[in-house]
């Protein structure tokens, strides 16, 4: 797995995550626990989504 995920990107995915976890904790609706999805592809830096469209928001890699 090549990363696909970039900074600012992976702070939103991390940010927009926790924000509906927590709001499903206190008692959100239930479809509010999506949020593990960008959750976890913000920590892992990939994100299968964006392998299928072909689109990449890490910076690359100077030789």
Known sequence: MKAN???IDK???IVAG???????I??????AWIGVVPLAT?????C???T???AN???MKKD
């Open 5 to 7: 995920v970039g900074g």
């Open 11 to 13: 702070i939103l995915r």
């Open 18 to 24: 926790l924000a509906l976890v927590a709001w499903a």
């Open 26 to 31: 206190m008692g959100g609706p239930v479809w």
């Open 42 to 46: 913000g920590f892992m830096g990939w």
């Open 48 to 50: 299968p989504a964006y």
């Open 52 to 54: 299928l469209l072909g």
């Open 57 to 59: 928001t890490c910076p």
